[in-house]
């Protein structure tokens, strides 16, 4: 049975981050907030957590998995930014954007698209989120959860704790969630592509 943290939307108790975090770096795998409905969590390098989330969403290898970053300087390590890009994620981020990049040599191969090689980046504009993520230090794996069957992820931390309770390991509560899903930003070939239009403003991309 899995932990469930009662986390302050808005001030997010530092305690709570510390055990959140002692709980992924020991392999756990979470679920926690963030600007568009919730998400499941592990560490990039957890091949057994990967797996774990894999199963609770019944996905292939095929899946594009996303990099949850804290700032714009995590993102480098694993992704191929040029200029044009690293302005439009200054002036967009943080937000409601998951953006696609060529991956980099340190990324794991598990987690890039095995065909085009590429990762998707998010800095969630969410304080929760990116609470977790200061106090962890590195980027977390991350995928929304949308269970099987859904097309859009879970917003109310209670219906996921009585679904989810005995397949993660801990569940942080940030209350109620919209349902808003990010707007997808391709950055991986030449032209910058629109894959999908979501929460985040279109307008710096057009």
Do not use: W
Request: hydrophobic share 40%.
């Amino acid at each position: 049975m899995s932990q469930f943290f009662y986390v302050h939307p808005e001030t997010p108790q530092v305690r709570l981050m510390k055990q959140a975090v002692e709980i992924i770096k020991d392999g756990g795998v979470i679920i926690y907030p963030t600007d568009s409905g919730y998400a499941l969590g592990c560490l990039m390098d957890n091949k057994r957590a990967l797996e774990r989330i894999c199963q609770i969403r019944s996905l292939d290898k095929k899946h594009n998995f996303t990099l949850v970053c804290r700032d714009l300087s995590e993102i480098a390590n694993f992704a191929r930014v040029d200029n044009q890009a690293y302005r439009a994620l200054k002036s967009n981020t943080p937000g409601a954007y998951t953006f696609i990049f060529k991956s980099t040599k340190e990324l794991p191969k598990r987690l890039m698209n095995p065909t085009k090689r590429t990762i998707g980046i998010r800095i969630p504009d969410n304080a929760i989120a990116l609470a977790l993520l200061e106090e962890l230090g590195e980027p977390l794996m991350t995928t929304s959860l949308i269970l099987p069957g859904n097309t859009s992820a879970e917003f109310d931390p209670e219906e996921i704790r009585d679904q989810l309770e005995n397949q993660v390991d801990l569940i942080l509560n940030g209350g109620y969630l919209g349902e808003a899903p990010t707007t997808v930003v391709d950055f991986s070939d030449d032209e910058v592509i629109i894959l999908r239009e979501g929460a985040g403003d279109l307008t710096p991309f057009q």
